[in-house]
């Protein structure tokens, strides 16, 4: 168990739908990182925030948001899905911006 | 902008047996390295990491990597697998400074199924 908490594990949804994905980093850690795994484009990184700031993007489309809120979890918002959105998306944590990350279980999203 | 290329999509190897995954990258800046394993239906565990001084870098379960600057490789080794090491292992890179530092970018994985 990393520390990091993601909800939920599993959703399931039609295109043209949004969605949110919650991480809770791990006590302590103050930068969130969110990426994409799918089987076309492998491992990839979508956001970075640090204590609430946005600090780098990759990437993200235009239909995708995030934030990290002052307790210091962070959302990941999916709009207008697509099929191609289905993957899992995993969220990473740590302390600073150098320091070791810690990946959440990841939440796998299904769009039909 | 930093990338990473896995050799090997698959490793078949018997248990007992020695391995090596084989990772290189290719960077205009300096870099950091690391190998991460992903177990079935779970998240990404840190196997070790280099950032700096000895090339020659020790990680959890048994596993080492060595960093060779001249050839951009970074490949992980074994000296005698585990049918519990069966999982995928990824390599990955980031910048040291500015905005590229902390940002992973990833290879595209190594299967490693460890045959009894």
């Known amino acids: 168990d990393s520390g990091v908490t993601q909800t939920p594990k599993h959703l399931i949804t039609a295109t043209g739908q949004r969605v949110t994905l919650r991480c809770s980093p791990r006590?302590?850690?103050?930068?969130v990182y969110w990426y994409q795994q799918s089987l076309d484009q492998g491992l990839q990184f979508l956001i970075q925030?640090?204590?609430?700031?946005?600090?780098a993007k990759g990437n993200i489309l235009e239909r995708f948001s995030a934030q990290q809120f002052p307790d210091l979890h962070s959302e990941l918002n999916l709009s207008s899905l697509e099929l191609g959105d289905s993957a899992l998306y995993f969220c990473a944590s740590s302390v600073g911006q150098d320091n070791e990350q810690y990946f959440g279980p990841g939440t796998r999203l299904t769009v039909t | 902008a930093q990338s990473v290329t896995q050799l090997d999509s698959q490793v078949p190897v018997f248990e007992e047996a020695p391995v090596e995954l084989r990772c290189n990258y290719s960077s205009s800046v300096s870099v950091y390295l690391f190998w991460y394993v992903q177990y079935p239906n779970q998240g990404l565990q840190l196997l070790l990491k280099?950032?700096?001084?000895?090339?020659l870098v020790k990680g959890i379960n048994g596993f080492e990597a060595e960093f060779n600057k001249s050839q951009t490789s970074f490949h992980l080794r074994k000296p005698s697998v585990h049918i519990s090491d069966t999982a995928e292992y990824f390599c990955?890179?980031?910048?040291?400074?500015?905005?590229?530092?902390?940002?992973?970018?990833f290879g595209r994985g190594t299967q490693l199924t460890v045959w009894p």
């Open positions: 006590s302590g850690d103050l930068s």
């Open positions: 990955a890179v980031s910048g040291v400074r500015g905005s590229t530092l902390g940002r992973l970018y």
């Open positions: 280099y950032l700096s001084g000895s090339t």
């Open positions: 925030y640090y204590n609430g700031e946005e600090r």
